[in-house]
């Protein structure tokens, strides 16, 4: 059923909120992806506080040039959706699409997207959703700095055994 033109409006001040405001946006093609598989994901990127929905692609580059993008850069054939946020960790949205474009291959595609204001091609947005978590960068960082210490602290036992 084809949109009012009161509903397109609606859509697309989402779409401008949703692209000027989120940390990051993710532009996804989908296809072939069945009921199931789609509310499975949805209810995971909203338990995560990423928010997901479709939205026509001239809608989408309107959008997009209104806030000085150029639409273009985005290659955008079949169904796109997007999916928005990471107010607390920027790489969380494409991070999630990325794991369920694995469970959903040929059916789930990151695109491109919106990272920290920038609009980056589909390479730059695959190699965000590959950065660990916020907390697990962190852990890593505290195992860098913690291991010299536990290096030392085993030779310094080694050395008290063999002197006793």
């Given at each position: 059923?084809?949109?009012t033109?009161?509903?397109?409006?609606?859509?697309s001040?989402?779409?401008?909120?949703?692209?000027?405001?989120?940390?990051?946006?993710?532009?996804?093609h989908?296809?072939?992806?069945?009921?199931?598989?789609?509310?499975?994901?949805?209810?995971?990127?909203?338990a995560d506080?990423?928010?997901?929905?479709?939205?026509?692609?001239?809608?989408?580059?309107?959008?997009?040039?209104?806030?000085?993008?150029?639409a273009?850069?985005?290659?955008?054939?079949?169904?796109?959706?997007?999916?928005?946020?990471?107010?607390?960790?920027?790489t969380?949205?494409?991070?999630?699409?990325?794991?369920?474009?694995?469970?959903?291959?040929?059916?789930?595609?990151?695109?491109?997207?919106?990272?920290?204001?920038?609009?980056?091609?589909?390479?730059?947005?695959?190699?965000?959703a590959?950065?660990?978590?916020l907390?697990?960068?962190?852990?890593?960082?505290?195992?860098?700095?913690?291991?010299?210490?536990?290096?030392?602290?085993?030779?310094?036992?080694?050395?008290?055994?063999?002197?006793?």
């Open positions: 059923m084809a949109k033109k009161e509903q397109k409006k609606e859509i001040e989402r779409l401008e909120e949703a692209l000027k405001n989120a940390a990051s946006t993710v532009f996804v989908f296809s072939k992806v069945n009921v199931a598989d789609e509310s499975a994901m949805r209810r995971s990127l909203r506080g990423v928010k997901y929905f479709v939205a026509k692609k001239t809608l989408i580059r309107r959008a997009l040039e209104k806030l000085g993008h150029a273009d850069e985005v290659p955008m054939q079949g169904e796109i959706a997007i999916a928005y946020g990471g107010e607390n960790d920027s969380l949205p494409a991070r999630l699409v990325h794991e369920f474009g694995k469970k959903l291959v040929d059916k789930l595609a990151i695109v491109g997207g919106i990272f920290e204001g920038t609009l980056v091609g589909e390479a730059m947005m695959r190699e965000i590959t950065i660990p978590s907390q697990t960068l962190r852990a890593m960082f505290a195992q860098v700095v913690n291991s010299p210490r536990q290096r030392f602290a085993v030779v310094l036992s080694k050395v008290a055994e063999t002197k006793n």
